[in-house]
C-alpha cells in the first residue's frame, strides 16, 4: 500500500498556497467546492487526504492536474476532461497498456483481488492511495489513470 502521508505535506502545502493565491479563506473555499470547511482543515494540516472525488473537485476549481495538487508534478496543465466511471476507465487502462486481462494487471500491480473486481464491476471506486499505486506501477500521471487527460 501506498504511504499517503509523503504525499500529505506536499498536498496540505499545495492547498494553501492555491487558496491564498484566490484570496480566500477555507470556509468560502469549502463552500465553492462542496466540502465541510471541516475537511479542508484537516487536509491544510496534514491530518487527511482527500477521496478521489474531492481531489478531482479541487483540481477542476483551480484548473490545474491532480498531480498538481497533490505535488507530484510542477505542470498545471490546464485542459481537463470530466472523469468517466472508474470501471470503464479501468478497462481502458488495461487495453492500453496490452495486459492479456483484468487478472495479469491486478496482479501486475499487486491490487487486492476484492477490491480491483469492485472496480471492475462499478460497485466501488479506488481509494487515493490506490490511485497512486496504479499511477506509479504504469508510470503515468494521476490524471490519465483518473481519465482527466489522453
Known amino acids: 500500500m501506498i504511504n499517503l502521508n509523503k504525499f500529505a505535506e506536499k498536498f496540505s502545502e499545495r492547498l494553501e ?27 491544510i494540516n496534514s491530518l487527511r487526504m482527500p477521496t478521489i472525488t474531492t481531489l478531482v473537485k479541487i483540481a477542476d476549481y483551480f484548473n490545474c492536474s491532480t498531480d498538481y495538487v497533490l505535488g507530484i508534478t510542477e505542470n498545471t496543465n490546464s485542459s481537463f476532461k470530466v472523469c468517466p466511471p472508474f470501471s470503464e476507465r479501468l478497462q481502458y487502462l488495461i487495453e492500453f497498456y496490452k495486459y492479456p486481462s483484468p487478472k495479469s494487471f491486478r496482479k501486475d500491480l499487486n491490487l487486492s483481488k476484492s477490491r480491483f473486481n ?30 482527466r487527460e489522453n
Open 118 to 147: 469492485e472496480w471492475l464491476k462499478g460497485t466501488r471506486v479506488p481509494s487515493l492511495d490506490n490511485i497512486i499505486k496504479i499511477s506509479e506501477g504504469l508510470e503515468c500521471s494521476v490524471d490519465f489513470v483518473l481519465g
Open 17 to 43: 498556497d492555491l487558496i491564498r493565491d484566490k484570496d480566500m479563506d477555507n470556509k468560502t473555499f469549502a463552500r465553492e467546492v462542496g466540502v465541510p470547511e471541516s475537511c479542508i482543515s484537516y487536509f
